[in-house]
């Protein structure tokens, strides 16, 4: 059978930035729009002109930035019509209400009313030279009859492209397989749908109709969007691509690097758990898993999908479910050579700690490591003195660290957004041409409550080689257990390039 192309329509900058309280900045829409050029979807829904003068102002300029086709939405009405027109999008994605609740209770009309008012929005569009897009909204709770009524009246009048939204996120498989279907039988023109998270069914709900001819997904990367948000971008385009006869244009190998943008800029911290993209989706810690792993990646992880497939990584952790092959395979590659007898005791101490509740992080490992084995040779990259930190009321918070490096004392200062930042600027500058380092991960958990609550600072960095590193700092100053996490982190990340030769 011929393979079907699956068109990936992000609307991440549209519906994703309809989730409660968000609101990205110009910058970080025309960022996104950037990273989703690379990651090489086929549209971006940019936003919504009409809904504000500064909308429609964003909307242009990602328009402007953006190398891919891109989309704006807009009510069946002439001034909706025209701020898309002004916004200089490649697309406009009309849409009307035909559930009967919707149409009784939001849009007041009579569904004569709304069949015609759509069929005159579709002509504008369409004589604007404009292709258009028409979703009749809250599709899979519309009467069967009048959904086709509306489909074929705006295919007539000029539609592109018809799009099926599972509003309310109330379909399952069987159901919007079946509504694609009747769609797909009593029209030409292409499908699309746009399913909503509401019962967790939204990506099984996209695939299901792609079975039914449709050959467009509506998505959001880390399914952000209104309440429980939209068909994740990662987990439909994964799923695309391990269905026999489908396959999406995505570069996957982006997709973590997008997930941890939109995870930052929205401030909506992902599960660890979350497929495809969360912390801990190929990480192993008990014992059988993380051996089985070693011998054969493919013995506890899927095999189609790999973490360099999507650009995320490998992680062997080390807890209280640890094995000894896991644990020797951490330690070698944080540079040291333990015996099978220090393996044990490590083990021991780790589970210990681990039993008592403790989070351990790589570097607190190394640490425990340290006290079986010894310090390994070369000692540490970076040896703090003093840390000094300024940050006041609408002054930019700096950041002076005198630290040893390599037998030498340095001091540097560095600004910041905030008084983390400052210090990782300082800390950029200590550490100069000696290493490139990035922070791919920074969390924040408080352990204990109130105002004085202890907080637990885990800090991943990464080097120009890619080589990865996790810290961990504690206390009840939230910049000096910062500091700290930084702090070993870059001292295990240059232990690391040390046993790999990247350092
Ligand atoms: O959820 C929805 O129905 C929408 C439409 C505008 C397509 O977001
Ligand atoms: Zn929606």
Redesign the pocket.
């Known amino acids: 059978m011929a393979e079907t192309k699956v068109e990936i329509f992000d609307t991440t900058l549209r519906?994703g930035e309809q989730t409660p309280g968000l609101s990205f900045t110009l910058d970080e829409k025309i960022e996104i729009a950037k990273a989703l050029d690379e990651l090489e979807v086929d549209v971006i829904e940019a936003g919504f002109p009409a809904s504000s003068p500064d909308e429609l102002n964003a909307v242009r300029e990602i328009t402007r930035a953006s190398e891919t086709a891109t989309c704006g939405?807009a009510r069946v009405k002439r001034g909706d019509i025209d701020a898309a027109l002004e916004s200089e999008v490649d697309i406009i994605h009309l849409?009307a209400s035909t559930s009967d609740i919707q149409i009784k209770k939001s849009m007041r009309m009579t569904k004569d009313e709304i069949i015609e008012r759509s069929v005159d929005s579709v002509k504008a569009v369409v004589d604007e030279g404009k292709y258009c897009l028409f979703?009749p909204?809250?599709a899979t709770r519309t009467d069967p009859d009048y959904l086709v009524a509306i489909s074929q009246a705006v295919e007539e009048a000029g539609a592109d492209m018809i799009?099926i939204?599972d509003?309310v996120g109330v379909a399952w498989p069987k159901e919007m397989e079946e509504m694609t279907a009747l769609v797909h039988e009593n029209v030409e023109i292409p499908l699309s749908v746009?399913c909503?998270n509401d019962y967790g069914m939204a990506v099984a709900n996209s695939l299901a109709s792609v079975d039914a001819g449709v050959t467009q997904i509506q998505v959001t990367v880390n399914g952000i969007g209104?309440r429980a948000g939209n068909a994740a971008l990662e987990e439909t385009v994964m799923n695309v691509d391990r269905m026999e006869d489908a396959y999406t244009d995505i570069a996957k190998d982006h997709i973590f690097s997008t997930s941890k943008l939109i995870e930052r800029l929205s401030g909506l911290q992902l599960p660890p758990t979350k497929p495809v993209v969360g912390r801990n989706a190929f990480s192993h810690e008990s014992g059988i898993h993380a051996a089985g792993v070693i011998a054969d990646q493919n013995t506890f992880e899927p095999g189609l999908m790999n973490p360099e497939t999507v650009g995320h990584r490998r992680r062997f952790i080390v807890g209280k479910h640890a094995g000894r092959q896991g644990l020797t395979k951490v330690l070698t590659e944080a540079g040291l050579d333990p015996t099978e007898e220090e393996v044990k005791g490590i083990l021991e101490k780790v589970k210990g700690i681990s039993n008592n509740g403790k989070k351990l992080s790589e570097a607190d490992l190394y640490a425990i490591a340290e006290t079986e084995l010894g310090k390994p040779e070369g000692g540490e990259l970076v040896d703090l003195d003093q840390v000094f930190v300024m940050t006041a009321n609408k002054a930019t918070p700096t950041a002076t660290i005198t630290a040893e490096i390599n037998g030498k004392t340095k001091t540097e200062s560095g600004n910041g957004v905030g008084p983390v930042d400052a210090v990782f600027k300082a800390m950029k500058r200590i550490i100069g041409d000696e290493k490139k380092i990035e922070i791919s991960e920074f969390r924040m958990d408080a352990i204990t409550g109130g105002s004085d609550a202890v907080a637990d600072v885990f800090v991943t960095l990464e080097d120009e080689h890619g080589v990865a590193a996790e810290a961990r700092g504690a206390g009840d100053d939230i910049v000096i257990a910062s500091v700290e996490a930084l702090l070993n982190a870059v001292n295990l990340l240059a232990r690391k390039g040390r046993t790999n030769g990247s350092g």
Do not use: A, G, I, V
Request: hydrophobic share 25%; net charge negative; aromatic share 8%.
């Open positions: 519906d939405l849409f979703s909204m809250d799009n939204p509003t746009h909503h209104e």
